[in-house]
């Protein structure tokens, strides 16, 4: 009995472990390059160190995983900022940013058709241009329109085309676009066919900076009855981050995460993966508030928007902020690397 009651404690402590490495945790993922992040943190074990087992949801984009979080079928998603994050808060829904998982450099480049580059000298020039953007409310379409403000324009002075990404290169040699905003992987290949050209990076454009691409979401109503777990769970996504970026300035781990994408289906194109640009990110996964204000700002100047929500509904910085403590300041492995971002 005495050794009984010795033990007790050290019994205890190991069935509340158990029962914490056993809790699952459900992920949306809209795929995208910055994914690696929590591949890496279920591959390399973090997740399960912080005490949980993950639950992958996929969809095409992550306005559709929006209303996963929101209603806690999933409990974080990762995927691009878009106008129905900020509708959702401002609705009153139970979701807020944690931590930034992909920003400038975010090597997107307007393209312009090539028998008309000569007569696009700047922003201006796009006046009455058909001009290609994924899909409404989604990032690119602020992108495009912080690009069209700086010279006096708005959306509404282009005749916007929604296209997918894939589908951009087809619709320059068809002649269906003037300009559009193009993502790595499809960029060289449809300036290598000649139908356009690289003409503007809206990074050398837009302010606030850096731009934000890519976030961490969580369900705020979860993470107010989990709070130790939660932050468990961002402090993994974060270190993760960092392994990302590693990667992303070619560091020793490259391989590694170009294998980890291919795995999962991000893209199968495993050469082209290498040899792509990736989206940057902080390393600590801090997001400047201001840059998620010009966002909903945008959305409403342009009447997407019906209304805005405080700014402190649309960040939680604690998430950020604890892991800078915990990791301290970062430095890419690959001492050489000059790549701008993730620094």
């Given at each position: 009995?005495?050794?009984?009651?010795?033990?007790?404690?050290?019994?205890?402590?190991?069935?509340?472990?158990?029962?914490?490495?056993?809790?699952?945790?459900?992920?949306?993922?809209?795929?995208?390059?910055?994914?690696?992040?929590?591949?890496?943190?279920?591959?390399?074990?973090?997740?399960?160190?912080?005490?949980?087992?993950?639950?992958?949801?996929?969809?095409?984009?992550?306005?559709?995983?929006?209303?996963?979080?929101?209603?806690?079928?999933?409990?974080?998603?990762?995927?691009?900022?878009?106008?129905?994050?900020?509708?959702?808060?401002?609705?009153?829904?139970?979701?807020?940013?944690?931590?930034?998982?992909?920003?400038?450099?975010?090597?997107?480049?307007?393209?312009?058709?090539?028998?008309?580059?000569?007569?696009?000298?700047?922003?201006?020039?796009?006046?009455?241009?058909?001009?290609?953007?994924?899909?409404?409310?989604?990032?690119?379409?602020?992108?495009?329109?912080?690009?069209?403000?700086?010279?006096?324009?708005?959306?509404?002075?282009?005749?916007?085309?929604?296209?997918?990404?894939?589908?951009?290169?087809?619709?320059?040699?068809?002649?269906?676009?003037?300009?559009?905003?193009?993502?790595?992987?499809?960029?060289?290949?449809?300036?290598?066919?000649?139908?356009?050209?690289?003409?503007?990076?809206?990074?050398?454009?837009?302010?606030?900076?850096?731009?934000?691409?890519?976030?961490?979401?969580?369900?705020?109503?979860?993470?107010?009855?989990n709070q130790a777990a939660a932050h468990r769970l961002m402090l993994a996504f974060a270190r993760a981050g960092r392994e990302y970026c590693d990667a992303y300035?070619?560091?020793?781990?490259?391989?590694?995460?170009?294998?980890?994408?291919?795995?999962?289906?991000?893209?199968?194109?495993?050469?082209?993966?290498?040899?792509?640009?990736?989206?940057?990110?902080?390393?600590?996964?801090?997001?400047?508030?201001?840059?998620?204000?010009?966002?909903?700002?945008?959305?409403?100047?342009?009447?997407?928007?019906?209304?805005?929500?405080?700014?402190?509904?649309?960040?939680?910085?604690?998430?950020?902020?604890?892991?800078?403590?915990?990791?301290?300041?970062?430095?890419?492995?690959?001492?050489?690397?000059?790549?701008?971002?993730?620094?």
């Amino acid at each position: 009995m005495r050794l009984f009651l010795r033990l007790l404690p050290l019994l205890v402590a190991l069935a509340s472990s158990a029962a914490q490495a056993q809790t699952e945790i459900g992920i949306g993922i809209a795929p995208v390059v910055p994914n690696a992040s929590v591949f890496l943190a279920i591959e390399e074990g973090y997740l399960r160190e912080a005490g949980f087992t993950a639950r992958i949801e996929r969809a095409n984009s992550a306005a559709t995983l929006i209303p996963f979080v929101a209603s806690n079928r999933v409990q974080v998603i990762q995927g691009g900022i878009s106008l129905g994050y900020f509708n959702a808060v401002a609705q009153g829904l139970p979701i807020i940013v944690t931590l930034d998982s992909g920003s400038s450099p975010i090597n997107s480049v307007i393209l312009v058709r090539s028998d008309i580059a000569a007569e696009l000298k700047t922003p201006r020039d796009l006046k009455s241009k058909r001009v290609g953007i994924v899909a409404p409310g989604a990032i690119p379409e602020y992108v495009v329109g912080k690009v069209l403000e700086s010279a006096g324009l708005t959306l509404k002075d282009i005749d916007i085309k929604y296209i997918p990404f894939q589908d951009m290169g087809p619709a320059f040699a068809n002649n269906a676009l003037d300009a559009a905003l193009e993502v790595p992987p499809y960029i060289e290949p449809i300036v290598a066919q000649g139908s356009a050209r690289r003409w503007l990076d809206p990074d050398t454009i837009i302010e606030p900076s850096p731009t934000l691409t890519v976030v961490y979401i969580i369900n705020t109503d979860w993470a107010a009855q989990n709070q130790a777990a939660a932050h468990r769970l961002m402090l993994a996504f974060a270190r993760a981050g960092r392994e990302y970026c590693d990667a992303y300035h070619h560091g020793p781990n490259r391989a590694q995460v170009v294998d980890l994408l291919a795995k999962n289906k991000v893209m199968e194109d495993r050469e082209l993966l290498d040899r792509m640009s990736w989206q940057a990110r902080d390393p600590n996964g801090r997001v400047r508030p201001e840059v998620l204000a010009d966002i909903q700002d945008f959305y409403f100047r342009e009447g997407k928007l019906a209304k805005k929500a405080p700014p402190e509904r649309l960040l939680d910085p604690s998430y950020a902020d604890e892991a800078a403590a915990a990791f301290g300041p970062f430095t890419p492995k690959n001492a050489s690397s000059t790549l701008r971002g993730c620094r």
